[in-house]
Nanobody, 116 residues
Framework: QVQLVESGGGLVLAGGSLRLSCAVSGSIFSINAMGWYRQAPGNQRELVAKITYDDSTAYADSVRGRFTISRGVARNTVYLQMNSLKLEDTAVYYC??????????WGQGTQVTVSS
């Protein structure tokens, strides 16, 4: 069973920073990509950032230049460094893994709340 566990969320002031972590465990096929998604109350889930097996990255326009996705040296962790946080960044952030056979896995999410 593949498990993804997010951590690092919390309450932060606008303009501040947080680093989210996602730890992956279990027996899986090779990882094709990992990403961070978020969902705010009343909104659709949206892709925030994605990193592929070759370390190519992609970002939502709303976070580009402020957020950075990266993988740990063990390649079974993924991080999201969030800087210059805005009120609209408030959401539950979910870690996603896609294996080489295009099977997806999700974590339970971690709450990020940005206040003024």
């Amino acid at each position: 069973q593949v498990q993804l566990v997010e951590s690092g969320g919390g309450l932060v002031l606008a303009g501040g920073s947080l680093r989210l972590s996602c730890a992956v465990s279990g027996s899986i096929f090779s990882i094709n990509a990992m990403g961070w998604y978020r969902q705010a109350p009343g909104n659709q889930r949206e892709l925030v950032a994605k990193i592929t097996y070759d370390d190519s990255t992609a970002y939502a326009d709303s976070v580009r230049g402020r957020f950075t996705i990266s993988r740990g040296v063990a390649r079974n962790t993924v991080y999201l460094q969030m800087n210059s946080l805005k009120l609209e960044d408030t959401a539950v952030y979910y870690c996603n893994l896609e294996d080489i056979r295009r099977r997806g896995y999700w974590g339970q999410g971690t709450q990020v709340t940005v206040s003024s």
